[in-house]
């Protein structure tokens, strides 16, 4: 059960990193490149622990999945970015097959 609180704690670091390289404005900005640089490391260190327990590849498809849906909402959300209606369907469906490997696959450790 560690691994996925390790998995979460990787994916919301790398969304935050990821959603700080707007604002880092390519690396101009001290704060938020340095929030970019301890975002990316700290998801790095927990995706590591996770791959332990968790095979890399499910690890993989879920810290990707998730990540690309959670920045394009923070896009939305804070920088305004529009989403359109084959947007929204393609997250739905990263959202589901994410459900699906978590639910169904025999090789992920519950």
Request: avoid cysteine; charged fraction near 10%.
């Amino acid at each position: 059960m560690k691994s996925w609180l390790f998995l979460g704690i990787a994916i919301v670091a790398e969304v935050v990193a990821t959603s700080g390289l707007k604002a880092s404005e390519g690396f101009t900005k001290l704060w938020p490149s340095l929030l970019v640089i301890a975002g990316y490391a700290v998801a790095f260190y927990f995706l590591s622990i996770t791959l332990k327990e968790i095979p890399v590849g499910v690890a993989y498809a879920i810290w990707a999945g998730l990540g690309v849906v959670l920045v394009a909402l923070i896009g939305w959300l804070i920088y305004g970015q529009s989403l359109d209606a084959a947007s929204v369907i393609g997250m739905v469906l990263i959202i589901t097959g994410v459900a699906v490997i978590n639910l169904f696959s025999k090789s992920v450790a519950h």
